[in-house]
DNA sequence: AATAATGATTACGC
DNA sequence: GCGTAATCATTATT
């Protein structure tokens, strides 16, 4: 390092050519004869043995001195620049790379769920945020959400922690490379963009193992929100009232209960499902057609277990009718609207099972083939039911109203025949809302 | 603790 | 999108 007179004259002897080399290439050009090059390469080879023989100071010496040749830089620019032309530029054209649409999907989901926002304050609340919009989960267990809140900032924490390592290691390595390449730049020709080049792949290279935190940090919070939000882990039944007014309607309606969606809401409504048993995922309305849905198929399938229920709500229903309609002072009210619908047919893929059921519950004996046409008889025998009775009706003289027919084997309930019968269940004050609100 | 009841979800067809 | 049928997972009941 410190013998700079030496180190010049060196350098003076190795940049003019390689002492021995330089000249023989010249020379040995047209090939005169062989005696020429044999001595050539005995040249080299002898330089090539002497190298070997150089002290380490030497060598270093020389590496300073062609290092510190003032033609140096400019050769290497030279030769940077046909790099750039010739690999770099082909493999330039798929440089930049758009903002992968999946991590950015990643980060957007991260974000929104409260893991990769800023620190805790802000991101518990936008947990909070989160869970409350998607779950809406109510005031009334709030345990599970402190619990879940907990186990998501759990997440948040090992992401962050695992993010910054990831950051660290590439920022070291980084680093690391760039050194590497500055220095040897100095013996070889390095642009400054190649060196950028390579940061860029190194920092590609790590952003796709982000991903995969980023991905896997995904999972864990979808998991775990399954977990806590999935509404089926977490079902309430419906109180008393509710499962009332469903029933009223469905089996008001048992010719055709499906409900509008207007009626759904009403019904919603008037059920007053609170908010803590009502999800995003699930709303008020769908609640309704989650419960008539699995009352109709219910009820299909085992029409026996039912008909105590049918009963008493079509003996319910009827007590109500007649209340009304002798509010009307109608004593003998034709059409009895309300509950003729009650009486509708559907179909059932069981028919055997349905008729024996019809038959133990009533006592009376049908016969299975003129079941079907039994509609206009019930209905009369309802409104019998109520003009005598205008009470509390028996369970036989109700059993017989809302039996079900129209066995059709072909499964469903084909909207019966029946006359007048689509206007609203429980009539009361004032049913025809048209509110349309929403 | 078994078992029934029940609300919600899923698969599939229309 | 809605309906059915099957199924799941929880809650109520025995």
Redesign the pocket.
Known sequence: MDEQPRLMHSHGVGMAGHPGLAPHMQDGTAGTDGEGRKQDIGDILQQIMTITDQSLDEAQARKHALNCHRMKPALFNVLCEIKEKTVLSIRGAQEEEPPDPQLMRLDNMLLAEGVAGPEKGGGSAAAAAAAAATGGIGADNSAEHSDYRAKLSQIRQIYHTELEKYEQACNEFTTHVMNLLREQSRTRPISPKEIERMVSIIHRKFSSIQMQLKQSTCEAVMILR??FL?????????NKQ??EI?NEYFYSHLSN???S?EAKEELAKKCG?TVS???L??PLS?????????????Y??NIG?FQEEANMYAARTAVSATNVSAHGSQANSPSTPNSAGSAGSFN??NSGDLFMSVQSLNGDSYQGGQVGANIQSQVDTLRHVISQTGGYSDSLAASQMYSPQGINTN???QDAPTPSSVTSPTEGPGSVHSDTSN
Do not use: C, H
Request: charged content about 35%; overall charge positive.
């Open positions: 399954s977990r999935d509404a089926r882990r977490k079902r309430r039944n419906f509710a499962t469903l209960p499906y409900p969606e499902i048993q009502a999800s995922s699930s769908r609640q309704v057609s989650n419960w008539f849905g699995n009352k109709r198929i219910r299909k399938k277990k059932m893929s499964g469903g309930w």
